[in-house]
């Protein structure tokens, strides 16, 4: 049996390596994880208590419109209930845009190093795919304005980006979707919005009353730490979302995600906690790579990607001998890795832990 052409030659997404089969391969007792953007301070006692509190429900189908949840992000974020939809992960959401909006032959643009299931969706649905290289690791807006043609259908924007961090400002993506066709829709990927605060930054949902072409993509993966219970949404136009609606599966979020995210929506409290303590590991982590004399992106997520002046593979491979976890191998950056932030005490470890392998591999 065939599998159709055009995905053949697909890349499978590998997520960043389990801490279990870490310490199995190289038996460690002790291994962190700082390679795939999680909280380290978990989710919200309230969100917890709340996935308890459905386990009397757990034979019982979940709320296939999330009917509770819509109506409490649509309070938080001050927009309609039928502009509001939910997949498993903001990873789902991107998967139905490119199967609601785009046909074989039709183009899609996207920076050449952003989140990889832009292309890989936009793959499988035949489109032809148009990448731009980023501009000291940041989306060149005016380069990828110049391909846009008629044949244009969507228009991938991850802000701040993954996985160099940086971010395009509010002037910049202004100018940008001012220039846009209306008849192009232009995704802004903010999973990692939460963690920022610098005036610069723009807020895709302001600019969504202007511009309705846009779909805005957030996450509860992220500052929320519920990035098991696979729970994203997107906010566009009404009928923009009606149309990624109809392709959607039923029951594609559970009830443990419904009922966590809700919670965790309502204590903001520790969202401002976890935001405090990211900008101070992103400011730890800054000034030893600065020491180091490792030159890095500008960070506004939860993680920072630093070139380490050789292979990143080998950096890889002799920090996870020492049990730390990082992430290398990105496109068009082969001697950078990218760090998530961690807990004080992760951080001082992974620092530590990349200085001795930098005397190790000296070059």
């Known amino acids: 049996m065939q599998p159709k052409p055009n995905i053949v030659n697909l890349p499978v997404y590998q997520p960043g390596k389990p801490i279990e089969d870490v310490k199995r391969e190289l038996g460690l007792t002790e291994v962190i994880k700082l390679a795939s953007n999680e909280n380290p301070y978990g989710a919200s006692p309230k969100a917890k208590e709340a996935m308890l509190r459905e386990l009397d429900n ?26 509001i939809i939910f997949g498993a992960g903001s990873d789902e959401i991107i998967l139905l845009i490119a199967r609601a909006f785009l046909r074989p032959g039709d183009e899609t643009v996207m920076a050449d190093a952003t989140f990889p299931q ?3 969706n936009a793959a499988i649905e035949n489109a032809v795919i148009i990448e731009v290289p980023l501009r000291d690791g940041t989306h060149d807006l005016p380069a990828m304005l110049a391909r846009i043609t008629d ?15 940086t971010i395009v ?28 605060d610098d005036p610069d930054y723009p807020d895709g949902l302001a600019l969504l009353k202007r511009h309705p072409n846009v779909v805005v993509l957030r996450t509860f993966s992220k500052i929320y730490g519920l990035a098991s219970l696979r729970i994203g949404y997107g906010i566009g136009m009404p009928d923009v979302i009606r149309a990624i609606n109809q392709v959607r599966e039923p029951f594609n979020t559970s009830r443990f995600g419904q009922a ?4 965790a929506l309502e204590d903001q409290a520790f969202v401002e906690s976890c935001r405090k303590a990211n900008k101070e590991g992103l400011r730890t982590l800054k000034a030893a790579f600065d020491r180091l004399g490792l030159p890095s992106f500008p960070a506004y997520g939860n993680f920072i990607m630093v070139d380490v002046g050789r292979p990143s593979s080998e ?17 068009g950056y082969p001697n950078h890795v990218r760090i998530t932030v961690g807990t004080p005490e992760q951080n001082a ?13 000296k070059v």
């Open 58 to 83: 757990i034979s019982i189908y979940p709320d296939g419109a999330a009917v509770a949840l819509t109506e409490a992000i649509a309070r938080h974020h001050g927009v309609n209930h039928n502009q």
């Open 315 to 331: 950096v890889f491979e002799a920090l996870l001998r020492k049990g730390v976890i990082v992430r290398g191998g990105h496109r």
């Open 151 to 165: 044949k244009t259908r969507v228009v991938w924007v991850c802000n701040p980006n993954n996985p160099t961090g």
């Open 260 to 263: 966590a995210a809700l919670a």
């Open 349 to 361: 470890q992974v620092i530590a832990a990349l200085e001795a392998v930098l005397q190790e591999t």
């Open 169 to 196: 400002t509010k002037t910049e993506l202004e100018s940008f979707l001012a220039a846009v066709p209306a008849s192009v829709l232009v995704v802004l990927d903010e999973a990692y919005c939460e963690y920022i």
């Open 118 to 120: 832009y292309r890989h």
